[in-house]
T-cell receptor, first 121, second 114 residues
Framework: GAVVSQHPSWVICKSGTSVKIECRSL??????MFWYRQFPKQSLMLMAT?????????EQGVEKDKFLINHASLTLSTLTVTSAHPEDSSFYIC?????????????????FGAGTRLSVL | AQTVTQSQPEMSVQEAETVTLSCTYD???????LFWYKQPPSRQMILVIR??????QNATENRFSVNFQKAAKSFSLKISDSQLGDAAMYFC???????????FGEGTQLTVNP
């Protein structure tokens, strides 16, 4: 079954509004989550690393004031795209850096959410 | 910084045939992990196979196997007996440590012809 729940799967919003995307860890605690962005026919690019109880670490070139990440609990990380514009339209994917057991942790298996397609009009 | 390169933007294969996808990477580390992920049209990332750098033996998972050449920093994926369901975007990825961030290659779009 799914290890990571990501919602919504698709959101359409007007330019200037804010959109919140949730990434929820099912059945186990996730101290670290990753947020990726994927443009059509391109690869996944890491935006930020979300750490429970502390500030997220953003990759170079990612505006932290525009892409707000909150990881207030061990099971939930959120990405808020503030004042979204058409150029923010993309596919956003979260992943968990730790699996539900020592076995998967040792294997360094990451679990991905199903992704969120954001369309800004 | 670590980089991952996939030089084949597109590949095609006939059903039941074998295809090899290429991947090279650059790192100064000696211990790391390499992965192949599959992204079908649903866009859900699916782990295909993984390899620990300290292991000399090439990983295999059913019809999927890798050719890991550590000195050459090469990590190719071989798909045997290709099936229509194998059609997807394939990403090669690198991670330095357990649970750490992934660095992805550009991807290879695989088409399987009936």
């Amino acid at each position: 079954g799914a290890v990571v729940s990501q919602h919504p799967s698709w959101v359409i919003c007007k330019s200037g509004t804010s959109v919140k995307i949730e990434c929820r860890s099912l059945d186990f605690q996730a101290t670290t989550m990753f947020w990726y962005r994927q443009f059509p026919k391109q690869s996944l690019m890491l935006m930020a690393t979300s750490n429970e109880g502390s500030k997220a670490t953003y990759e170079q070139g990612v505006e932290k004031d525009k892409f707000l990440i909150n990881h207030a609990s061990l099971t939930l990380s959120t990405l808020t795209v503030t004042s979204a514009h058409p150029e923010d339209s993309s596919f956003y994917i979260c992943s968990l850096g730790r699996g539900p057991s020592r076995a998967t942790l040792a294997k360094n298996i990451q679990y991905f959410g199903a992704g969120t397609r954001l369309s800004v009009l | 910084a670590q980089t991952v390169t996939q030089s084949q933007p597109e590949m095609s294969v006939q059903e039941a045939e074998t295809v090899t996808l290429s991947c090279t990477y650059d790192t100064s580390e000696s211990d790391y992990y390499l992965f192949w992920y599959k992204q079908p049209p649903s866009r859900q990332m699916i782990l295909v196979i993984r390899q620990e750098a300290y292991k000399q033996q090439n990983a295999t998972e059913n019809r999927f196997s890798v050719n890991f050449q550590k000195a050459a920093k090469s990590f190719s994926l071989k798909i045997s007996d290709s099936q229509l369901g194998d059609a997807a975007m394939y990403f090669c990825a690198y991670a330095l440590a357990s649970g750490s961030r992934l660095t992805f290659g550009e991807g290879t779009q695989l088409t399987v012809n009936p």
